[in-house]
């Protein structure tokens, strides 16, 4: 029994730590709003522009895959269409709900942290999300789908973990449709499933077969909810025929180009890593000492909580390798397991070690790492234009461009007017509020090497012509393509001779120009007679009459 004395002073000390931490976590938030904040009207890129055309079209009653084709399952175009429902259809009510998102994984991710370890490792664990999350080596800015699939995923874990303590078939329930919900964001979430189903086996390996059961039944019944839902929704609208082909089949093919036992996957991963990981490399070299030290307590000393996160961590790793592409922006869904690994550690070193002070130091040191990543992305974090940062990392990709394109086609066409991208820049559709012509928002599908790609290419050249937009616009820059050596030419042959025989005029150009220069449009006339300095370039077509 603890005396009087001892109780009060116990309960000081918890009151001490709780207020500071809560400080903390105030300090957080604000640090997140303003340096988010700062690059709310960042210019759509190409995933973006993807969800945000797809959200606009469900709120006008239209559902995916009907006018808009894509791999992805629709998850994150209804969060989309939430955002700009709630926050405006505008880049900033994107990045807007974005911030709102990136907020509540903050907070999620403390909450397991606490349960996990403690209140302290669950702020260091917040803090260095929030740091790896908003990267420009992730492309943290920008609203992708992985931000979503970790949102759910984390708020299935913490459920997860309230389950296995306390036994409640709610709580099992609702981390299962938590996890269902990462999955419909995207399918690589489906790993997050797996993670859950692994830790329930684990924790239950020694109750009864039954009660086993009864607990996985309750947390996949949650699971397959979200996911029946929108089987069902999609039926009624007539879109379920084209759902399945594009995320399953077609899905499927886009993930069988690289061979699992090709030489390239581990030098491409490496060359991803070290970007990735640029100006946060001893956030990772620490997530690994976590690793190591949550590794030895679950060989060591059984630790279930450390076999759990051990679970975790192997899931999120899994979840970035489908098709072996490792593009900077999965590594997303990697780092909720980064920052749990990164708290265990300062946890363990603030516990293990016995200076009472040590906990300070560690938070000194912590504060230390942080300070070097911010000042190492600098520019980024606190100085730089969201336009020339657009330009300096994503180079003379035609995101800046599509803005005023989109502007000139929105002043002269009406609502109810079709126009064609050539090219993969969804984003034009969503910023000039007019539908495309065909289905095909990007043309990726269609050079790459699968049994589809001729007759996609057929299919969009066919949708175009009997749509007869107002205007055509052909982006000549290779990433809005990616042809490769074995890429069928037929979309190119046809696209020179439909422009030839229809009342197309050319418009406008866009000339491109690298970093330290500004893009030359030309409009109508002047448009007619110049010649593009640059290698990358759009043109802009105007059919005169239908």
């Known amino acids: 029994m603890l005396t009087t004395t001892t109780q009060e002073r116990e309960k000081a000390h918890y009151h001490s730590i709780s207020w500071k931490i809560s400080l903390g976590l105030v300090l957080l938030t604000v640090f997140v709003i303003l340096i988010r904040s700062r690059l709310l009207d ?37 969060a989309y269409a939430l955002f700009l429902k709630v926050f405006g259809e505008t880049t900033i009510g994107i990045h807007f709900g974005l911030l709102c998102l990136n907020l509540l994984t903050l907070f999620l991710l403390f909450q397991v942290g606490r349960r996990l370890f403690s209140p302290y490792a669950g702020l260091i664990t917040a ?25 759910a995923a984390v708020g299935g874990l913490l459920l997860l973990l309230y389950a296995l303590e306390q036994h409640s078939s709610a709580a099992y329930w609702s981390a299962g449709f938590c996890f269902g919900t990462a999955v419909l964001m995207k399918q690589p979430g489906i790993f997050f499933s797996a993670f859950a189903i692994l830790a329930v086996l684990y924790s239950y390996r020694h109750q009864r077969y039954m009660t086993t059961l009864g607990s996985l039944f309750r947390l996949i019944a949650g699971m397959v909810v979200p996911f029946t839902l929108v089987l069902l929704w999609l039926s009624q609208t007539g879109a379920l025929e084209k759902f399945l082909f594009w995320t399953f089949d077609y899905a499927w ?103 009472k002070n040590m906990r300070v130091l560690s938070l000194i040191l912590f504060a230390a790492l942080s300070a070097t990543a911010l000042k190492y992305h600098a520019e980024y974090f606190f100085r730089a234009h969201p336009i020339a940062l657009s330009r300096i990392i994503y ?34 559709y969503f910023y000039s509020r007019r539908h495309s012509a065909t289905g095909y928002i990007y043309t990726y599908p269609l050079m790459e090497k699968h049994p589809y790609s001729l007759v996609m290419q057929k299919q969009m050249a066919r949708e175009i012509g009997a749509a007869k937009p ?77």
């Open 42 to 78: 960042f210019p759509l890129e190409r995933d973006e522009g993807e969800y945000a055309y797809f959200g606009q079209l469900i709120l006008q009653g239209i559902p995916p895959y009907e006018l808009a084709y894509n791999m992805k399952f629709p998850g994150t175009y209804l």
């Open 127 to 151: 803090v260095a999300y929030a740091l790896l999350s908003y990267s420009p080596t992730v492309l943290g800015f920008a609203g992708h789908a992985t931000h979503f699939v970790v949102a």
């Open 253 to 355: 093919h886009y993930t069988q180009q690289i061979s699992p036992t090709s030489s390239e996957i581990f030098t491409h991963f490496k060359q991803q890593f070290i970007a990735v990981s640029q100006g946060f490399t001893s956030f990772w070299v620490i997530a690994l000492l976590g690793l190591g030290w949550q590794a030895w307590q679950a060989l060591a000393i059984k630790q279930e909580r450390a076999v759990v996160l051990l679970f975790f961590t192997l899931c999120a790793f899994l979840s970035i390798t489908p098709g072996f592409y490792f593009r900077p922006h999965y590594f997303v869904t990697l780092l909720p397991a980064v920052a749990l690994l990164i708290g265990a550690f300062f946890n363990a070193l603030a516990e293990v070690s016995r200076p």
């Open 470 to 546: 107002r205007f055509l616009v052909v982006v000549n820059v290779p990433t809005s393509w990616l042809r490769r050596p074995q890429s069928p030419t037929y979309l190119f042959d046809w696209l020179n001779d439909y422009v030839t025989r229809h009342p197309y005029r050319l418009a406008g150009v866009a000339d491109i120009a690298p970093s330290h220069q500004d893009t030359i449009y030309k409009w109508f006339v002047e448009a007619q007679n110049y010649q593009p300095k640059s290698k990358y370039f759009i043109l802009v077509f105007w059919r005169a009459n239908k």
């Open 395 to 428: 180079g003379q990709n035609p995101f800046i461009e599509s803005i005023v394109i989109a502007e000139f086609i929105k002043q002269h066409s009406v609502p109810g007017e079709t126009i064609a991208v050539l090219g993969s820049e969804p984003q034009i």
